[in-house]
C-alpha cells in the first residue's frame, strides 16, 4: 500500500488557464476586436468603470517604480428624461358617480420630465513616483462625450487643459455613434485611439479600426528617457466579459443597441455561429 500522493502544485499559469477554459460558453463573442454588444448605453458605464481598473491593474506591474496608474473620476451633474412609470394616473374614472352637472375632462398629452442625475466617469493619470507629476492622462470616451450636452462641455474643457500642457493624453474610442473629436483630416473608421504626445503636438497619432479588424496595439507615452509599455485592449475587455458576467445581460440573437448595418449583422451573426467569412 502506498501513502498518500503529495498535493500537486499549480502555478498562477495553470490557475488562470483552468479558469478560462473553464469559463467558456457557447455563446462567448467571437469577435477579433471590439465587441459592438458592449457599446450598449445600459452597460457601457459598467464596460467602463471595469476597463479604467482593469487598465491600471495590469499597466501598474510596468510601470512602477518609476510611476504608477491612478484611477480619477470626473463628476457632474446632467439632465435625462425621467418617464411617467404609471399611465393609469391620467385614466378618468369609467364609472363616475351621478353629479348634478357633467363634466368632461380633457385628455393630456405624455410627456417626459428632465431630472438631475450625478454622472461619474473615471480616467487614468499615470503619475511620476516621488514627484506626483501626471505625465499621462488616458480617457475613454462615454456617449455623453459625444453628443451636444454638458457630457461633451465638461469633457472638452479637460481634453483642452491637456492639450495645452506639458502631459501627455491617450484618447480611447470604442463607440460607433456620436460625434468624434476633430482632427485635421476626415477619417471614417467605427473606432480609434488617439495619442497626441506632448512634444509632437500638434502632431498626433491615430489608429482607427472597424468593427471586423483586431484592436489596435499602442504604446503608452511617458517621459522621454522611459521605456514605453505596449497598450493592448483586447485581452482587457474580454477579461471584463468574463468577470462582469456579461454574457447574463446580452442576447447575441438581436441587433446590438446601437444597431450595426445589416451586412455587419449578417457577419456579426456568422462569427457567433462559428462560419467566419
Same mark, same amino acid.
Given at each position: 500500500m502506498g501513502g498518500l500522493r503529495p498535493p500537486i502544485k499549480k502555478s498562477l499559469h495553470q490557475y488562470h488557464y483552468h479558469y478560462s477554459?473553464?469559463?467558456?460558453?457557447?455563446?462567448?463573442?467571437?469577435?477579433i476586436g471590439m465587441n459592438p454588444y458592449?457599446?450598449?448605453?445600459?452597460?457601457?458605464?459598467?464596460?467602463?468603470?471595469?476597463?479604467?481598473?482593469?487598465?491600471?491593474?495590469?499597466?501598474n506591474p510596468l510601470?512602477?517604480?518609476?510611476?504608477?496608474?491612478a484611477v480619477e473620476k470626473r463628476v457632474y451633474t446632467d439632465a435625462v428624461l425621467v418617464g411617467i412609470?404609471?399611465?393609469?394616473?391620467?385614466?378618468?374614472?369609467?364609472?363616475?358617480?351621478?353629479?348634478?352637472?357633467? %363634466?368632461?375632462?380633457?385628455?393630456?398629452?405624455?410627456?417626459?420630465?428632465?431630472?438631475?442625475?450625478?454622472?461619474q466617469e473615471s480616467y487614468l493619470e499615470i503619475r511620476q513616483a516621488g514627484t506626483g507629476r501626471?505625465?499621462?492622462?488616458?480617457?475613454?470616451?462615454?456617449p455623453k462625450n459625444k453628443r451636444a450636452g454638458v457630457g461633451r462641455v465638461k469633457y472638452n474643457a479637460k481634453r483642452t487643459k491637456v492639450l495645452t500642457s506639458h502631459t501627455h493624453l491617450?484618447?480611447?474610442?470604442?463607440?460607433?455613434?456620436?460625434?468624434?473629436?476633430?482632427?485635421?483630416? %476626415?477619417?471614417?473608421?467605427?473606432?480609434?485611439i488617439l495619442v497626441s504626445r506632448a512634444?509632437?503636438?500638434?502632431q498626433a497619432e491615430l489608429y482607427p479600426f472597424n468593427l471586423r479588424d483586431a484592436i489596435p496595439k499602442f504604446r503608452l507615452p511617458l517621459l522621454l528617457e522611459a521605456e514605453e509599455p505596449i497598450l493592448d485592449l483586447e485581452p482587457i475587455l474580454n477579461e471584463i466579459y468574463q468577470e462582469a458576467a456579461l454574457?447574463?445581460?446580452?442576447?447575441?440573437?438581436? %441587433?446590438?443597441?446601437?444597431?450595426?448595418?445589416?451586412?455587419d449583422f449578417l457577419w456579426a451573426q456568422q462569427r457567433l455561429n462559428g462560419t467566419f467569412l
Open positions: 477554459s473553464r469559463s467558456k460558453s457557447p455563446m462567448q463573442p467571437a469577435f458592449l457599446e450598449d448605453p445600459e452597460l457601457w458605464t459598467e464596460v467602463h468603470a471595469w476597463l479604467m481598473v482593469l487598465l491600471a491593474r495590469s499597466l510601470l512602477t517604480p518609476r510611476y504608477r496608474a412609470p404609471d399611465v393609469s394616473v391620467f385614466q378618468t374614472d369609467t364609472d363616475p358617480r351621478p353629479t348634478a352637472s357633467t %363634466q368632461v375632462l380633457s385628455q393630456p398629452m405624455q410627456v417626459n420630465v428632465p431630472m438631475s442625475e450625478e454622472v501626471v505625465v499621462t492622462v488616458i480617457e475613454l470616451l462615454s491617450v484618447e480611447i474610442d470604442l463607440l460607433r455613434t456620436g460625434e468624434a473629436q476633430p482632427i485635421s483630416v %476626415q477619417v471614417q473608421s467605427d473606432y480609434r512634444q509632437q503636438r500638434l454574457e447574463m445581460a446580452i442576447d447575441y440573437t438581436k %441587433q446590438p443597441v446601437p444597431p450595426l448595418k445589416e451586412a
